[in-house]
């Protein structure tokens, strides 16, 4: 069965268009309620709702609330909390099910809604295609004495909060650290400056004005520039960098240096190796992770595991394989020994906990291994065209297989959440590599007409 609102990372779009608009979401929240009471239909069962500052996030909360309740589940309203804190209270609280209404580290006008199980875990590809089905047909209603209800939890926020700080290391403080915290006007935008201010924290914060349009704008994880120039300004000790759900993180050392996921990665691997925490000696990663955090990890002697791309995937690995770290370059970092999920504030504190363990500076912790160059562009194209099975584009892609063999590698795929072909490459010789990129791009640029 093909999937008809799902993607890699839940269900998302422009707001007020197929697939994000109400009425979706009012059949995606039924949907959802009749599966997860599929073992008890007759006690109302418990749903937890997030969301980040989205102006479009008041439509799709009140319409997922609507689909819920006429199926006789009740729901928490969290209001604006990280896409973490959802899957921690979806099981703190004990709920059925949990559900973040957000598109990330996407412009305002996007939006998405996440499923976490009982179990604070984003949905298999299988629950998922199993809702889609009963979006498609009749779900059954709830009798008017069995309708759910609705209430706001306002002290969900501080509930994440206090349990983030619990993961850091006991008896220690951040006193006398300067932080940059760069909320993306997200979903952390009152969460990620508490927590770093409670444990001892100088904080400077910045991307905490939400007003329903700005989110990530020119701020975030995608858009450090604004917070390195306001690491340099402050002369803070460190920059934490979050998007718009606080589920990616990028880190920026005091020289303004910025460190993606993959050098994280590498320095909590390195470390927790170290000290005998790293289960099995292995780093869960997606294929887009560079090829140096490979070779880094092959001279440690530990392992990377490559997963598809998508930290749900990331997730599913590290579940199967019983593996306790794993992230994407892009800055999701997993640590299933505190989180379910990617956790961007989670991180950023981890790695202030590496300096305060240390005693060193972040410019000597976030360079960990010199990384291969890497490019990546995209191509957009209409669903009418298929670009990635034409001759043509299958031909230039594996001589350019061939010209890298020895020195890099490409990466050709198609974006789990917009309509674009992403074409990536790495090599040692930026010259071939680039001139290989803009070759396929071109490639599939025609082919996508």
């Known amino acids: 069965m093909s999937r008809k609102f799902f993607g890699t990372d839940g269900v998302r779009g422009l707001a007020n268009t197929s697939p994000m608009t109400a009425e979706m979401a009012l059949k995606l929240g039924a949907a959802a309620g009749q599966y997860f009471r599929r073992h008890d239909a007759v006690s109302h069962h418990r749903v937890v709702i997030g969301k980040d500052t989205r102006l479009s996030g008041y439509m799709l909360e009140n319409a997922l609330t609507a689909g819920l309740t006429s199926t006789g589940m009740n729901v928490l309203l969290l209001g604006p909390v990280p896409t973490p804190a959802v899957g921690h209270l979806t099981r703190s609280m004990r709920a059925d099910l949990g559900i973040m209404i957000s598109a990330s580290h996407n412009a305002f006008h996007d939006n998405g809604i996440k499923l976490f199980g009982p179990d604070g875990y984003k949905l298999s590809d299988e629950d998922e295609m199993a809702i889609e089905a009963l979006m498609e047909g009749e779900v059954e209603l709830a009798r008017p004495a069995n309708i759910g209800r609705a209430r706001r939890i306002d002290e969900g926020r501080h509930r994440y909060v206090e349990f983030i700080k619990t993961t850091f290391p006991s008896g220690q403080k951040l006193d006398g650290l300067k932080v940059v915290v760069d909320c993306a006007n997200g979903a952390a ?4 400056p508490e927590a770093l201010w409670e444990l001892g924290a100088e904080v400077v914060a910045m991307g905490v004005e939400p007003n329903g349009v700005n989110i990530n704008a020119k701020v975030g994880s995608t858009a450090p520039e604004a917070a390195v120039e306001r690491v340099l300004a402050e002369g803070a000790d460190l920059g934490i960098c979050l998007d718009g759900d606080a589920d990616r993180v990028m880190l920026i050392d ?6 993606d996921g993959d050098q994280v990665m590498a320095l909590f691997a390195k470390h927790w190796a170290g000290a005998g925490r790293l289960a099995k000696g292995t780093l869960v990663a997606t294929v887009m992770s560079n090829l140096g955090l490979e070779r880094y990890l092959e001279g440690e002697g530990l392992t990377l595991l490559r997963t ?7 997730v599913e690995a590290m579940r199967a394989g019983g593996y306790n770290l794993g992230g994407e370059q892009s800055g999701h970092i997993v640590m299933s020994d505190f989180a379910t999920t990617g956790d961007g504030l989670l991180a950023g504190l981890h790695f202030l906990g590496e300096m305060v363990t240390t005693g060193k500076r972040a410019s000597e912790l976030a360079d960990v291994f010199p990384t291969i160059p890497q490019m990546l562009k995209n191509v957009r194209y209409s669903a009418e065209s298929a670009p990635l099975e034409s001759e043509k584009v299958r031909k230039v892609i594996s001589d350019g297989e061939s010209r890298l063999a ?12 917009e309509p674009l072909i992403r074409v990536m490459a790495e090599c040692e010789d930026e010259a071939l590599m680039t001139a290989v990129i803009d070759e396929i791009v071109a490639a599939v640029a025609e082919a996508a007409g």
């Not at 935008?189 to 990620?192: G, H, Q, S």
């Not at 005091?254 to 460190?259: C, N, S």
């Not at 598809?308 to 990331?314: F, K, L, T």
């Open 406 to 417: 020895r020195n890099g590698r490409i990466l050709i795929r198609k974006s789990g959440t």
């Open 254 to 259: 005091e020289t303004g240096r910025i460190a």
């Open 189 to 192: 935008y009152r969460a990620a």
């Open 308 to 314: 598809q791309v998508g930290d749900r995937y990331v």
